[in-house]
């Protein structure tokens, strides 16, 4: 699976959005992104993945860019409850070592 | 909603025990993993099992091992406990699909090893 790049700490304002930059310049064509958050004292919680195209859902949207290479994942108004630690994970197929790296702390402001 | 529970949210031990720490799905889930987490390390895949009686190494499988008799449940076992393995561990499972494999997580089982 590719190796991804994230920014280790970034701040945002409640109420505004939160942009999360995700390098992965060595994806493959098969790999997926997938995003993970992980809120103080509790296990990861999964948080949307794409291919490339640009995917919504209730929690946030991911964009792709057209080359694949990097994303970003956006949550559109921020909270106070989304200050956690989010993963962005390449991965190939199922049954491989699923591992994550450092991931970026967000930290919401009010 | 998927649930994965882990059997104990803290536990304690100490060094030269043996230490089970249980895990059981309820989604009829193939993939199940062991993870710890360390602060400053993030993280760490310990093992992982794809079916049952299947396992295999991830990044940091010494001093550990696993049994997955069920599909249902996944345990990891620390065969002589170290203060170095006091740590969160965390299980998770996850179907296989075509776009890859999304994890549901555990609670989390804070060890102390003394």
């Known amino acids: 699976d590719a190796k991804t790049t994230q920014p280790t700490s970034m701040d945002c304002a409640e109420g505004r959005a939160a942009n999360l930059p995700c390098n992965h310049s060595t994806i493959s064509g098969n790999e997926y992104v997938y995003w993970y958050r992980q809120i103080h004292s509790q296990g990861p919680q999964y948080i949307i993945h794409?291919?490339?195209n640009n995917e919504t859902n209730e929690m946030a949207s991911l964009i792709i860019t057209e080359d694949r290479k990097s994303s970003t994942l956006i949550l559109p108004h921020a909270t106070l409850r989304d200050t956690a630690v989010y993963y962005c994970?390449?991965?190939?197929?199922?049954?491989?070592?699923?591992?994550f790296g450092g991931g970026t702390r967000v930290l919401v402001k009010p | 909603d998927v649930k994965v529970t882990q059997s104990s949210r803290y536990l304690v031990k100490r060094t030269g025990e043996k230490v089970f720490l249980e895990c059981v799905q309820d989604m009829d889930h193939e993939n199940m993993f062991w993870y710890r987490q360390d602060p400053g390390l993030g993280l760490r895949l310990i093992y992982f099992?794809?079916?049952?009686?299947?396992?295999e190494k991830g990044d940091i499988p010494e001093g550990y091992s696993v049994s997955r008799e069920k599909k249902e449940r996944f345990s990891l076992i620390l065969e002589s406990a170290s203060t170095n393995q006091t740590s969160m561990y965390l299980c998770a499972s996850a179907r296989v699909t075509p776009g890859g494999e999304k994890l549901f997580f555990g609670s989390g089982t804070q060890l102390s090893v003394l």
């Open positions: 099992s794809y079916d049952v009686k299947m396992k």
């Open positions: 994970i390449a991965l190939k197929a199922a049954g491989n070592k699923l591992t």
């Open positions: 794409g291919l490339k």
